[in-house]
């Protein structure tokens, strides 16, 4: 074999051991991509019946939990107390007019019972959202199909109508009461944060306005007497109820009424005392006003000193006077001198000016004596008298009145 042809022989064989090599490498390429395919196809088959099986656990997690919020399987018993739960929220919340109905009950192919309700009442917004707070709140198959709300014309009432599905399961956990556990679903925790997101918003309504309070003057009162007055407030919007409260630091035993307003206090101790009333109207959202009274107490002045009454002795009795005549008048020495003539012991006096007698109890003065009269006073009975010949005492005229 010369040379060329010893070339083209390793040639011919290189080719062939090339071929060779392509050829197991396409094999063993093929070989792994079945095999791949394989593996993939049975790796989808596994997550497939993961996948079913996790559907499964949720589904019969879910079932589960329906079962326990479901109404009773007894379908008269699920309706009776799903029916007496709807009557007490609507009795809690205070619809005026209430009225729930039961207006249809279907079974689907004995897989679950649907019950259908009707509710009915009037009342604002804070009942209405207090109602549909306790509905969600309860953990029962049911749901609102329909709500119809409509305000009353001239108010803030509103005419409320909710229709009603439930769902009972044959399967139910509970067989003779309704689930007594809360839904937890609610996006807020409590009743309050819906009262706050909702009635802020003033729904079909025009804007709530603030109360507005009567004017109360400045107190004074002297300790340990009571002072008392009533604050009041009118709203502008006319349909608003307001309820009072106050503030009263330093003031202890005050008593105050928030329905009328009235504050009672009794204060032991002098001093300036402040008190901050507040006003609070139940439109939406709720609107308030504040009023500052303040009380000055002072202790009070000393009492007066006492006057001792004074003892006016009894005046003593001037009865005999009517015994007692002037019987004459006549001069001795340039004296002019009258008789006094005492008829009840026989005894005649004999007087001269300022000559003093007695007539019964009280003594009696001569003051002047004139042609044909006396005058007399008795000092005891705050008295002057004139008397003429001839009368007796009891007779005289009195000269004490200014007129006489």
């Known amino acids: ?24 490498t396409s094999y063993v390429s093929q070989t792994m991509a079945n095999k791949n395919s ?10 497939q019946k993961q996948l079913a099986i ?48 039961v207006v249809s009950s279907q079974s689907h192919r004995g897989l679950y019972n649907q019950l259908g309700f009707t509710v009915s009442g009037r009342g604002d917004i804070r009942q209405l959202t207090r109602l549909l707070y306790s509905f969600y709140e309860a953990d029962y198959l049911h749901r609102i199909r329909r709500l119809h709300v ?35 679903r609610l996006a807020h925790g ?10 802020a918003r003033n729904l079909k309504g025009p804007p709530n306005n603030p109360p507005v309070f009567e004017s109360i003057s400045d107190q004074r009162v002297n300790t340990n007497s009571s002072v008392s007055f009533t604050v009041r407030a009118r709203d502008p919007d006319g349909q608003d109820q307001i309820r009072y409260s106050m503030d009263a630091d330093g003031i202890s035993g005050a008593a105050f009424d928030p329905q009328s307003g009235q504050f009672r206090w009794r204060p032991t101790s002098p001093g300036d005392y402040q008190v901050t009333f507040h006003a609070v109207d139940d439109g939406f959202p709720p609107m308030s006003a504040s009023q500052r009274v303040r009380i000055s107490v002072t202790d009070p002045p000393p009492p007066a000193p006492r006057e001792e009454p004074k003892v006016v002795a009894a005046k003593p009795s001037f009865a005999m006077a009517k015994f007692a005549y002037v019987s004459g ?23 001269f000016e300022g000559d ?5 109890e009280v003594p009696v003065m001569v003051r002047q004596i004139h042609g044909n009269t006396v005058e007399l006073e008795a000092e005891v009975l705050e008295k002057r008298f004139r008397v003429r010949l001839g009368q007796n ?10 007129s006489t």
């Not at 309706?79 to 619809?95: A, I």
């Not at 108010?155 to 229709?163: E, F, K, T, V, Y």
């Open 1 to 24: 074999m010369n040379k060329r042809e010893k070339i083209l022989a390793a040639m011919v064989g290189l080719l062939i051991l090339v071929g060779g090599v392509l050829y197991a």
């Open 38 to 47: 394989q593996i993939l196809n049975l790796e989808t088959q596994i997550d």
């Open 54 to 101: 996790r559907q499964s656990i949720t589904a019969a997690e879910r079932m589960t939990l329906y079962e326990r919020r479901s109404l009773p399987p007894d379908l008269e018993r699920a309706r009776s107390l799903y029916q007496t739960w709807l009557l007490k929220v609507v009795t809690d919340v205070g619809l005026s007019e209430p009225n729930v109905n």
């Open 150 to 184: 409509r305000r009353i014309q001239g108010s803030r009432q509103l005419d409320i109508g909710l229709a009603i599905d439930a769902v009972s399961l044959p399967t139910a956990t509970h067989m003779d009461s309704l689930s007594e556990f809360p839904s937890g």
């Open 190 to 199: 409590s009743l309050q944060d819906y009262y706050d997101v909702i009635l």
């Open 329 to 351: 008048i006549t001069e001795v020495n340039g004296r002019r001198q009258t008789w006094i003539n005492l008829r009840a012991d026989g005894s005649v006096l004999k007087l």
């Open 356 to 360: 003093e007698f007695t007539v019964g």
């Open 393 to 402: 005492l009891a007779e005289g005229v009195d000269l004490t009145s200014p």
